[in-house]
């Protein structure tokens, strides 16, 4: 249970179905359209032309949004009924920022190609990006849970090791074959 005044005690855990609430659906989903755009440039930065890149992390994100939901309908078949298509609407509608997060990482990959920067600098501005993206998610979400002090800085932290785990993938990566 959350102190009163929170910003979470306006907002139920979750739903009267069990279901997460919409709010943070999205903020999860958004999280995880970060770490995934920081996975591909990680691992095809160095070796993949901008364009193709930007495509790729694209499609690749548009893959896990619809897997996603794919396995949620799944896991509702295997309990013995179907969502409607209003609620598949919904939940895509909901988890759709899973892709919309890699808009400004995508952005600067093209702006920093714009001013002269090579593919393998580019993706390496773009994955900083992600980084900065990952420390403000991780600092929203311990202010919305109210944390403060120490623990505000150490989950701030966690998030941004996270991505900085992915600039040492994409450090490491090429020299592997």
């Not at 939901?69 to 209003?86: D, I, K, M, N, R």
């Amino acid at each position: 249970m959350t102190a009163p005044g929170t910003a979470d005690a306006a907002q139920p855990p979750q739903q009267p179905d069990g279901q997460p609430g919409p709010r943070r659906v999205r903020r999860a989903a958004g999280i995880y359209g970060v770490i995934v755009t920081a996975s591909v440039i990680a691992t095809a930065g160095t070796t993949l032309k901008t364009v193709q890149l930007v495509v790729a992390i694209f499609v690749t994100l548009l893959v896990y949004w619809l897997a996603e939901e794919y396995a949620q309908v799944g896991e509702h078949a295997s309990a013995g009924h179907l969502p409607t298509w209003p609620r598949i609407s919904a939940a895509l509608v909901a988890k759709w920022p899973m892709v919309s997060a890699s808009y400004i990482p995508l952005l600067t990959l093209l702006v920093a190609r714009l001013f002269g920067a090579t593919p393998p600098n580019a993706a390496l501005v773009a994955l900083i990006v992600c980084v900065g993206l990952l420390t403000f998610y991780g600092w929203a979400a311990a202010r919305t849970a109210g944390l403060r002090g120490r623990a505000l800085i150490g989950m701030t932290l966690a998030a941004s090791a996270m991505g900085l785990l992915m600039v040492a993938l994409k450090a490491v990566l090429p020299h592997l074959h």
